[in-house]
């Protein structure tokens, strides 16, 4: 088993629809974050949960929610979406120390707004 | 405003020789900087590291280098493989805050 699963791998859904994606680490790491990655743009950084704890939100629009009932698994709750929302949703994991460390991928959610 | 610039959006580079991607940075704060690759419909896969206090770093057929004065770093693969070809990213953070931030990437292409 990987050590960050995502599921699912690809979701279709209508601006109407509402859906979630799934995210779980097995790694043991304390930190998770949700990432977008859109075409011809970096990743772009939309939550971070450091031990649970949401300590960054990008400015995200509210029809994204994040959701983090413990420290393996991570969810993002769509509603309501656009077109332009349609992207690859990339779920992340890492242990916080006193020094840095690099994060661990999962492989991504290829969402298409229809 | 970008934090980390990857300029060239694409390289090709023949097998077996060296393949160099560039990443430069604004944020004087930065100081752990990562490469990453990414194959088509996977994430982005950990590949090497360097904190500020180094200038080089090394493992295997990757090294990794730091210029703290040009704000400048490069990822050298030598001898490039065609398993190489991939989006490289570079994405940096500073010490005390989890976050990454990462450049638009790098497609590389090695040439059988």
């Known amino acids: 088993e990987t050590g960050v699963t995502q599921t699912p791998r690809h979701l279709v859904m209508g601006m109407t629809n509402k859906k979630s994606l799934k995210c779980e680490q097995h790694?043991?790491?304390?930190?998770m974050y949700w990432y977008k990655q859109s075409a011809k743009k970096p990743l772009e950084l939309m939550f971070v949960?450091?031990?649970?704890?949401?300590?960054e939100n990008n400015s995200v629009p509210s029809r994204f929610s994040p959701e983090c009932p413990n420290s393996s698994h991570l969810f993002l709750h769509l509603h309501t979406l656009q077109p332009e929302d349609s992207a690859l949703y990339l779920c992340?994991?890492?242990?916080?120390?006193?020094?840095?460390?690099?994060?661990?991928f999962g492989q991504g959610t290829r969402l298409t707004v229809v | 405003d970008q934090q980390v610039k990857q300029n060239s959006p694409s390289l090709s580079v023949q097998e077996g020789r060296i393949s160099i991607l560039n990443c430069d940075y604004t944020?004087?704060?930065?100081?752990?900087f990562l490469w990453y690759k990414k194959y088509p419909a996977e994430g982005p896969t950990f590949l090497i590291s360097?904190?500020?206090?180094?200038d080089k770093n090394e493992d295997g057929r990757f090294t990794v280098f730091l210029n703290k004065s040009a704000k400048h770093l490069s990822l050298h693969i030598v001898p490039s493989q065609p398993g190489d070809s991939a989006v490289y990213f570079c994405?940096?953070?500073?010490?005390?805050?989890?976050?990454?931030?990462f450049g638009t990437g790098t497609r590389l292409t090695i040439i059988p």
């Open positions: 992340a994991s890492s242990q916080v120390v006193q020094s840095n460390t690099e994060a661990f």
């Open positions: 790694l043991g790491h304390n930190a």
């Open positions: 949960y450091n031990f649970k704890e949401q300590t």
């Open positions: 944020n004087s704060m930065f100081d752990y």
């Open positions: 360097i904190s500020s206090i180094k």
């Open positions: 994405a940096a953070s500073h010490f005390g805050n989890e976050k990454l931030t």
